[in-house]
T-cell receptor, first 113, second 115 residues
Framework: KQEVTQIPAALSVPEGENLVLNCSFT??????LQWFRQDPGKGLTSLLL?????REQTSGRLNASLDKSSGRSTLYIAASQPGDSATYLC????????????FGSGTKLNVKP | EPEVTQTPSHQVTQMGQEVILRCVPI?????FYWYRQILGQKVEFLVS????????KSEIFDDQFSVERPDGSNFTLKIRSTKLEDSAMYFC?????????????FGSGTQLSVL
């Protein structure tokens, strides 16, 4: 069964820092990987989707990379802002039943002013 | 931007009662999903639904759970006899065609508390 792990579980940085969030998965037979943002008590906002054939995707200050063979993805946030404070989740879409996403437990990010 | 909407945002119920969680997927989407997140745990898949049928369900989705698309816009999750361990945030999601290259779009969730 696919296991998705995110490190670190929590991260606190001063405003303006560049940072990297890590996601690893045990089964490399994935269709794609999606990064989400979750604010407290709220839903999941899609940030970036990387297909299995892609190496990276960029949106504004966010850049996500994927190394499918090693089972790793990173989310790079440039010039962090207090508004970036949230929990970041990665999820992989996988398997015979491709409608299922497996989620990591998230990295809780706090950007201090 | 179109959104998946869920009602209610919070639901409190007594153990053994039936609850119905409601979702309005994005209007031109064809695949619908329910996920849940127990406090402090990972978001986990419950069920996917396409063309008025369940296309896949997890081991969590037992006989106490059912889904329905009663009309052209709503998608519901029913829990027949709630248990304490059903307390969780329930997320509805939709995708355009269910293709492997598509994003999932999530609603803001219904926080279910079973007392």
């Amino acid at each position: 069964k696919q296991e998705v792990t995110q490190i670190p579980a929590a991260l606190s940085v001063p405003e303006g820092e560049n940072l990297v969030l890590n996601c690893s998965f045990t089964d490399s037979a994935i269709y794609n990987l999606q990064w989400f943002r979750q604010d407290p008590g709220k839903g999941l906002t899609s940030l970036l989707l990387i297909q299995s054939s892609q190496r990276e995707q960029t949106s504004g200050r966010l850049n996500a990379s994927l190394d499918k063979s090693s089972g790793r993805s990173t989310l790079y946030i440039a010039a962090s802002q207090p508004g970036d404070s949230a929990t970041y989740l990665c999820a992989v879409r996988q398997g015979d039943n491709f409608n299922k996403f497996y989620f990591g437990s998230g990295t809780k990010l706090n950007v201090k002013p | 931007e179109p959104e998946v909407t869920q009602t209610p945002s919070h639901q409190v119920t007594q153990m053994g009662q039936e609850v119905i969680l409601r979702c309005v997927p994005i209007s031109n989407h064809l695949y619908f999903y329910w996920y849940r997140q127990i406090l402090g745990q990972k978001v986990e898949f419950l069920v996917s639904f396409y063309n008025n049928e369940i296309s896949e369900k997890s081991e969590i989705f037992d006989d106490q759970f059912s889904v329905e698309r009663p009309d052209g816009s709503n998608f519901t999750l029913k829990i027949r006899s709630t248990k304490l361990e059903d307390s969780a945030m329930y997320f509805c999601a939709s995708s355009p065609q269910g293709a492997t290259n598509e994003k999932l779009f999530f609603g803001s969730g219904t926080q279910l508390s079973v007392l």
